[in-house]
């Protein structure tokens, strides 16, 4: 997804101001974090409704330093996983370079 929203970014927007493709997949990268933080409530409703809710700890177990490590796991995990899923569009990027029309 974020390839795909640099790619639109760097050709839609060079007309306008120049930006390189670093800067363009950084943009993109941002819309697509802001994209995930917004649909976060959607994926923890369908968590739950899967079984998968939260644990019922108490606020001196969820203080504890192996409690906070896990979170922290889960959370390096989901964000990898969440990366790689939106890796997927690249696997059907057609590559080949069309040939451009020429203004007239």
Do not use: W
């Given at each position: 997804?974020?390839?795909?929203?640099?790619?639109?970014?760097?050709?839609?927007?060079?007309?306008?101001?120049?930006?390189?493709?670093?800067?363009?997949?950084?943009?993109?990268?941002?819309?697509?974090?802001?994209?995930?933080?917004?649909?976060?409530?959607?994926?923890?409703?369908?968590?739950?409704?899967?079984?998968?809710?939260?644990?019922?700890?108490?606020?001196?177990?969820?203080?504890?330093?192996?409690?906070?490590?896990?979170?922290?796991?889960?959370?390096?995990?989901?964000?990898?996983?969440?990366?790689?899923?939106?890796?997927?569009?690249?696997?059907?990027?057609?590559?080949?370079?069309?040939?451009e029309a020429?203004?007239?």
């Amino acid at each position: 997804m974020t390839f795909h929203q640099g790619d639109s970014i760097e050709s839609s927007m060079s007309a306008y101001i120049t930006l390189s493709t670093m800067a363009a997949a950084a943009l993109g990268n941002t819309f697509s974090d802001v994209i995930g933080i917004g649909s976060s409530y959607y994926v923890e409703r369908a968590a739950v409704l899967l079984g998968l809710g939260a644990p019922a700890l108490s606020p001196v177990q969820l203080d504890m330093p192996v409690s906070r490590r896990f979170s922290n796991l889960g959370r390096v995990l989901g964000i990898t996983l969440g990366c790689f899923l939106g890796m997927i569009p690249l696997l059907f990027k057609d590559e080949e370079k069309k040939p451009e029309a020429k203004p007239t």
